[in-house]
């Protein structure tokens, strides 16, 4: 009974849009965006940091791992939140390796905006960010996805092709 309702509600989230396409091609699709936004969020300063923005349909994980942080702590901290089993996140920190998982559905996501910044001399920021807001139930969560690119036009076609499959949730 569990998974007839689960699949119901799939089929709910997804709409007359995720009928319409074809299942290889949307997985391949996403697959392809996710590669090109991870290879976008490398920062080549700091090769041992690893961004990752992993996409499974309407569901969203993005994960930051430096496991040469600059962290110190006399014991493993882990910090976690979720409510409902859809969304959360978790924190984990320990002598020198830092950890945060963000998971999200698209369906809460507002419509997605990229800002151009300026990097401060000295300073290894990134010149592109993807800004995602997260609303649910009177809670908002804001976050980044930061872009290590100065093509613009890379960083319009990610920002495209992921409101496309946010729009997709709807």
């Not at 799939?10 to 009928?19: D, P």
């Not at 319409?20 to 936004?37: D, F, G, H, M, V």
């Not at 300063?45 to 309407?58: F, S, T």
């Amino acid at each position: 009974m569990k998974n007839v309702l689960l699949a119901a509600a799939c089929l709910l989230l997804g709409g007359a849009a995720a009928h319409a396409q074809n299942p290889a091609a949307a997985t391949t699709e996403s697959k392809a965006l996710q590669q090109r936004i991870n290879q976008l969020m490398r920062n080549p300063a700091k090769p041992q940091q690893e961004l990752r923005l992993d996409l499974k349909g309407c569901h969203a994980t993005q994960t930051i791992r430096d496991n040469k942080a600059d962290v110190q702590a006399s014991a493993p901290i882990l910090v976690s939140y979720n409510k409902g089993g859809e969304a959360g996140w978790a924190a984990k920190v320990s002598d020198g390796k830092f950890e945060l998982v963000m998971d999200f559905e698209w369906s809460e996501v507002e419509p997605l905006t990229y800002l151009r910044r300026k990097p401060e001399k000295g300073k290894n920021e990134a010149p592109y960010e993807i800004k995602i807001r997260r609303v649910r139930k009177g809670n908002t969560t804001n976050f980044e996805l930061p872009l290590y690119t100065t093509d613009e036009k890379a960083v319009l076609d990610v920002v495209r092709r992921l409101e496309k499959v946010r729009q997709s949730c709807h």
